[in-house]
């Protein structure tokens, strides 16, 4: 009977230690010092159903989740080197990796891969989800846009004209005109490129299109004077951004921004249309006619101001509002040929006015950020 209960008790302590070698967590080995000499190509491959980045992505979460950080980063070397990745793969394999970067010190490795997951992600927001390392080192850094493409639109524009000098003519009458009914109409289209996440510099091309109704009235006549002229602007501008608000609704963002700058105004075409007015009847002396450039400002200058409200964001795309005042530096009319239009001049004895024009317009413009870059908040951080 003794031998039988020795030999009972010898197989219950063979058969609890076979137990505890065959039935050990996948978490456990994660922790144990014998992973650490496992193959790394065959350590994390432990489910048949689990493919080899998701395995080597879910080692590479579990090992820095149990404070193994050089474990995790032998993973994140062997993920860069041999595995391709997917974009959210990419999003948590360097959430990861930074955050175990972060945990060891390693600030500069840390920065420059935070540096990589910015260009590959401009639009992250963190989540509750993120290691605590990782949105410390992520709210280190600010993104803001490199380079955009943009175009606008101006609408129900009214230029303000300013007469300096009405030009005697040969009647000597000073009669002074009335300059009513204007319009005005541009486009652009340029490139702004950020210097910092506050300052920008832009440039664009475009059209402007100014429609001015001349008016003089004798009483029992009116002399009535219409012209288109369309320019050619070349502009320059900076800006300067304040904070953003966001809201709730999805792609709501407003961020005002103040601008100034100055355009170059080659005009391209002119036109014009004049008529006497007898009571009931009109009588056609000129009809529509194309106007001689030379009597024009070939060249002018126009300085403007005002604010713009990014109202709109959705990744890379932007939607604007925008208001300003446009001052022209120079005279519309070329003062030195004044009396070379003879059909004005003798048919209604009208000479061109010495005038300026300024106007306020409201724009609605669409940016696309093409590029983006990444700066430390604080002034510090890998550079390259």
């Not at 041999?82 to 990861?96: A, C, D, G, K, M």
């Not at 002229?229 to 961020?255: C, H, N, Q």
């Amino acid at each position: 009977m003794y031998r039988f209960l020795t030999i009972l008790i010898l197989l219950a302590i063979g058969a609890n230690a076979a137990l505890a070698q065959t039935d050990i967590p996948l978490f456990d080995n994660l922790q144990s010092d014998d992973a650490e000499r496992d193959d790394s190509r065959s350590q994390f491959l432990r489910s048949e159903s689990e493919s080899q980045t998701g395995g080597a992505l879910r080692a590479l979460e579990r090992y820095y989740n149990a404070g193994k950080y050089p474990e995790a980063l032998r993973i994140s070397r062997y993920i860069s080197d041999s595995l391709h990745l997917n974009r959210s793969e990419t999003v948590q394999f360097l959430r990861y990796t930074i955050a175990s970067y972060k945990e060891l010190q390693y600030d500069e490795q840390a920065d420059s891969a935070m540096m990589i997951f910015t260009k590959k992600t401009p639009f992250y927001d963190p989540t509750s989800y993120d290691p605590v390392a990782f949105k410390e080192e992520f709210d280190n850094f600010s993104v803001f846009p490199r380079l955009t493409l943009y175009a606008d639109f101006s609408f129900r524009v009214r230029p303000f004209v300013d007469i300096k000098t009405v030009y005697p003519r040969a009647d000597t009458s000073h009669t002074v005109p009335v300059y009513h009914y204007n319009r005005s109409t541009s486009g652009n289209i340029g490139l702004q490129f950020g210097i910092t996440k506050k300052w920008a510099l832009a440039s664009s091309l475009g059209f402007h299109w100014i429609n001015l109704s001349r008016t003089e009235d004798y009483d029992a006549t009116s002399f009535y004077y219409q012209e288109t002229d369309i320019f050619l602007d070349l502009s320059a501008s900076v800006l300067y951004s304040f904070y953003k608000f966001k809201f709730r609704l999805p792609g709501l963002e407003i961020t005002p921004i103040l601008l100034a700058g100055g355009s170059v105004n080659c005009i391209g075409a002119s036109s014009y249309k004049a008529y006497t007015w007898f009571g009931d009847n009109a009588q056609y002396a000129v009809s529509e006619q194309e106007a001689d450039l030379d009597d024009k400002t070939a060249f002018n200058y126009t300085v403007f101001y005002g604010f713009r409200l990014n109202c709109f964001s959705f990744k890379r795309f932007n939607a604007y509002i925008e208001h300003s005042h446009h001052y022209m530096l120079l005279p519309l009319n070329n003062s030195a040929n004044r009396y070379n239009n003879s059909d004005l001049l003798y048919n209604h004895l009208f000479v061109p006015d010495d005038i300026r024009l300024s106007f306020n317009q409201w724009t609605i413009g669409f940016a696309l950020n093409l590029s983006y870059k990444t700066v430390s908040k604080y002034g510090y951080g890998y550079k390259k």
